[in-house]
């Protein structure tokens, strides 16, 4: 509900940044699908918007460019238009030293 009433408060103010931190955390899939619309059109609009997410699949649908961070230190930086969900997900089970489940 607190990151629904800021995202009110951001719209209201016509707010040119939002920082989010997983924002769609503890929301059900139709509200985050909704969620994530209303990015997408705020992005749209000339909002930017820096999201820092474990949600490879939103953050490849609403952003323009990927960070990918490890204790701190950025590890690999792409936009979104040049690398696949499959290689998103590869080069972040990668820096993570997590196991490719195939």
Same mark, same amino acid.
Not at 82 to 100: A, P, Q, R, W
């Given at each position: 509900? !607190?990151?629904?009433?800021?995202?009110a408060l951001?719209i209201?103010?016509?707010?040119?940044v939002?920082l989010l931190?997983?924002?769609?955390?503890g929301l059900?899939?139709?509200?985050?699908?909704e969620?994530?619309a209303?990015?997408?059109?705020?992005k749209?609009?000339? &909002?930017?918007?820096?999201?820092?997410t474990h949600d490879?699949? !939103?953050?490849k649908e &609403?952003?323009t460019?990927i960070g990918?961070? !490890?204790?701190?230190v950025?590890?690999?930086?792409?936009n979104?238009?040049?690398?696949?969900?499959k290689e998103l997900e590869t080069?972040y089970?990668?820096?993570?030293?997590?196991k490719?489940?195939s």
């Amino acid at each position: 509900m !607190r990151q629904k009433v800021g995202i009110a408060l951001a719209i209201a103010k016509e707010s040119k940044v939002l920082l989010l931190d997983e924002p769609t955390s503890g929301l059900d899939p139709k509200s985050s699908n909704e969620f994530m619309a209303l990015l997408t059109k705020m992005k749209n609009n000339g &909002v930017a918007i820096l999201m820092a997410t474990h949600d490879l699949f !939103r953050a490849k649908e &609403v952003s323009t460019h990927i960070g990918i961070m !490890r204790s701190g230190v950025l590890q690999n930086y792409s936009n979104s238009k040049d690398v696949s969900l499959k290689e998103l997900e590869t080069i972040y089970l990668d820096i993570m030293n997590f196991k490719n489940v195939s």
